[in-house]
């Protein structure tokens, strides 16, 4: 009796997830190659150029939203409160994160005054497409970082990085479970304290 | 054997009061029901049965790295370069490299293991005491291991996660590391003296600072911009030994002659 039931939900299952990996597709490892280097030197060039401080974080701003597919990265650190989250909630939580991902990254420009990077290899990963680079900034030894490549809507966006073995993603994503279940599972408390983090940012910029 | 005594008497007046520490406030965090099924599996993950106590050393070593630690290790940058900061690094790697020799070969690696005796060798002699690293550049990169990722070789497993007075991010298996290494260094292996034990706590010392100064901006970075730094450092953490364990399996060359002969597939 379970094994037919397993039989027919499997054959059931089968062109859905057939359809679902359609609509995925795959980067291949020359464009995540090209569309890292073409983003990083855009970022180099940020970085190091002659805009005040103010002026290359709203760049810095704008160049996030257009390469990191921070939607699909904010579904992914919310994790299992995604289904605890209101809509109202969800969407008030997508807002905070971009803001928290940009602040988060602006944070970091002054200590990469002078950083260089080169692409190193590409290795596809699925559907996704790691590829490695070396980051070298004066005074600080050159860091390898591994940034994730996964294709949105026909484009190459990243949706993770990688140092010394370490997701940014699921990092991120355990540092808010840890805001959620220190207040008892209120989705409430993250929004809260995303809230007062961006104030405080601000409050510094 | 007296200088084997007395490392022990000074490995336990640290140790046993931090342990003693820990046992008194060893609060458990409450578990969820089972009925909650969602919720009772991420407790599960988490392994952090000790989460409480575990968040008021995090307290206690946060402040003491804030008003001790991280003040000195700026003084120290202030004062070196990165050359010298870089050459400080390799000598206390090289100081570890026969500890790592023996955790390789008790993982049966032991192409790893060979690695460490030649760069142990190599740059204690030619790279000058180990200031200098001349064996990366002939082919023997620098490669890690701790008596923490032998167990995990042998199939310990990691147990519930541990913040440790003073020491910082381990876990019950990893913690197993700390007694290891203390008696682990090369200058065990030397005759005793009062100038071999005042080099071995200036170079611990050292050694301190040095890696503390390396930290400075990436710890600075998650303190700013994490919503909880006790669960990222955690989080950091448990990723970092993964991969590092997972670095040590990729790299399992294979020895000529075949030493560990595979069964036939």
Redesign the interface.
Known sequence: MYFRRFILGAAASVPVLALMAGAAQAVTTDQAKSFISDSGNKLVAIVNGSGSESQKAGQLRGLVNQIVAVDQVGDYVLG?YN?VATPAQKQQFQTLFHQLLS??IT??IK?YQGVTFTVNSATQQGNDVLVDTTVTAP???PADVGWVVEDDAGQPKIIDVIV????LR??TR??????I??NG?QVSA?LS??QS?ISK?SAAQ | MTKLNRRLRQGLAFTVPALALATALSGCATAPPKSDTADYQAYQQLNDPLEPANRVFYTVNDKLDTYFMKPVAEGYVHITTQGIRNHVGDFASNIGEPARMLNFMAEGHSKDAGTSLVRFVVNSTIGIGGIFDPAASMGYPETDTDFGLTLASWGVPAGPYLYLPFFGPSGVRDAANYPVEWFATPMEAAPASGALSDFGYSETGLHLVNTRAELIQPIDQIKATALDPYATFRSLYRQSRASQLQQIDQRDNRTWPDWYHQPAQ
Do not use: E, F, H, W
């Open positions: 299992r289904n602040y988060n944070y970091q200590a005074q600080k030894a010394a073995g370490t997701s699921i990092t355990n540092d808010y479970a840890g805001v279940t220190d599972g993250l304290a995303m983090q940012i």
